[in-house]
């Protein structure tokens, strides 16, 4: 019987084997999967925005840290239900202001804007906790397991392929593929894109904030360097490329092999990490464009992969 594969497939069989982690992993093989899963979030998220509308964002640790921080604040107030659903709205409130003001931006300047948005938050913040709070940084310390973060960020990652698939599949995913082709024929087929754009951009935000909330209890220490760390915006970036953001499960395919590439260039070169993911990075521009989703599809695998073309 001729193999079929299907992006469901794919994305239901890394699941599975990363759920089963718990069960069958070490506490190690436990702290890997839940920095796999975290990296998968926030992947998929940054290309549900990005990859359909090409519009390059280097705002994702700007969305990491408000959750994070969150946490830090409210983690001992609230209940922790209460304190995720605050985080999340945060989130969008904040997506949703600066999408208002930027998304009419597009190009270089969009990239620029984010790569500040997120420099700018983090300034805010260090400012609020030295002058107002007297302490730059804050001790997080919430009753929840490494195990119980890691089913939900699992639950978090099914969800974030769910909402991906019914945009997809919705008058609103068609409006952002022809916006993602080109803008001014979406504008003038009617499609309001600024509207558009800025729901799928609180969206994607939304689960980035969520992601940082939920990782937040696993340093106990937290301070603005760690929670707007801009390193994160480009691993997360270059994962998506490597898979390839043009698929909603395409970046599924350069989380694992990266997220497991920095551990160990972390590990062993942490002096020379940033010099070793520019060399990442490089590489992967000029040598899978496309990502390894596009690789598939020039390939002998095509005919298998022909299901996950995204519906006209």
């Not at 609020?128 to 730059?136: A, H, Y």
């Not at 087929?189 to 729901?199: E, F, M, P, S, V």
């Not at 691993?235 to 920095?262: C, D, E, K, S, Y």
Request: net charge positive.
């Amino acid at each position: 019987m001729k193999a079929t594969v299907t992006p469901a497939i794919l994305v239901a069989s890394v699941l599975l084997v990363l759920g089963l982690v718990p069960f069958l992993g070490s506490s190690y093989h436990l702290a890997v999967a839940t920095g796999v899963l975290s990296q998968l979030v926030l992947a998929t998220a940054w290309a549900l925005f990005s990859g359909t509308t090409r519009y390059v964002s280097l705002a994702t640790v700007a969305f990491f840290g408000i959750g994070a921080y969150t946490v830090a604040v409210l983690g001992e107030v609230l209940p922790w239900p209460l304190v995720l659903v605050t985080a999340a709205c945060i989130g969008i409130a904040v997506a949703t202001l600066v999408g208002l003001s930027t998304l009419r931006l597009s190009g270089v300047y969009f990239v620029i804007f984010s790569f500040g948005l997120a420099e700018l938050i983090r300034q805010l913040v260090t400012w609020f906790e030295v002058n107002v709070s007297g302490s730059v940084g804050r001790y997080v310390f919430i009753d929840i397991t490494q195990e119980s973060i890691f089913w939900h960020l699992f639950a978090l990652a099914v969800l974030v392929f769910l909402v991906g698939w019914l945009i997809q599949r919705s008058r609103l995913g068609l409006a952002l593929r022809v916006i993602g082709d080109d803008e001014t024929v979406a504008r003038h087929c009617g499609i309001d894109t600024t509207r558009a754009k800025l729901l799928l951009f609180a969206v994607s935000a939304a689960f980035m904030t969520l992601t940082g909330a939920i990782m937040a209890p696993r340093w106990t220490y937290l301070d603005p360097t760690i929670a707007f760390n801009p390193v994160l915006s480009f691993q997360v970036l270059i994962m998506a490329l490597l898979g390839g953001a043009h698929r909603l499960w395409g970046p599924l395919l350069g989380v694992i092999p990266l997220t497991i590439l920095f551990e160990v260039l972390g590990a062993n070169f942490p002096n020379y990490f940033s010099i070793l993911l520019g060399l990442v990075f490089m590489l992967i521009v000029y040598g899978v464009p496309n990502g390894i989703a596009g690789l598939f599809e020039r390939t002998k695998l095509k005919p298998l992969l022909l299901q996950t073309r995204r519906p006209a």
